[in-house]
């Protein structure tokens, strides 16, 4: 199972950026716990995040907090980040679901 999750973890995340963006690292782990369940380490989101900056996928920048003067990061996808998405969507194969089809009893 933790081949699929790390396999899997690049479009989700990219998924969760695009939906939220800009959003903060604890938004991202928050969006891929609950649409996944999974839950991923602080270390792995991280090491994830930065693969995915190297790569040009995403951008991140350092934001002002309100009225703290504390410094946040925020990610966004870039155009190429965009591109990706689009193509591993259109890739995705969509499984029905299994009880769709099914009869209650009654």
């Not at 790390?6 to 604890?26: F, G, N």
């Not at 380490?41 to 995915?52: A, F, I």
């Not at 920048?61 to 155009?79: C, F, H, N, Q, Y």
């Amino acid at each position: 199972m933790e081949t699929y999750k790390k396999s899997m973890l690049t479009p989700v995340v990219l998924r969760a950026v695009a939906e939220r963006q800009p959003v903060t690292v604890a938004r991202v782990a928050e969006e891929v716990a609950a649409s996944t369940g999974w839950e991923i380490t602080e270390r792995s989101l991280y090491r994830t995040l930065k693969r995915l900056q190297d790569t040009g996928l995403l951008h991140s920048a350092e934001v002002d907090v309100p009225r703290t003067g504390a410094k946040r990061k925020e990610i966004s996808l870039t155009d190429l980040g965009s591109q990706f998405l689009a193509g591993i969507t259109a890739s995705l194969i969509e499984f029905p679901d299994p009880g769709a089809g099914r009869k209650t009893g009654r």
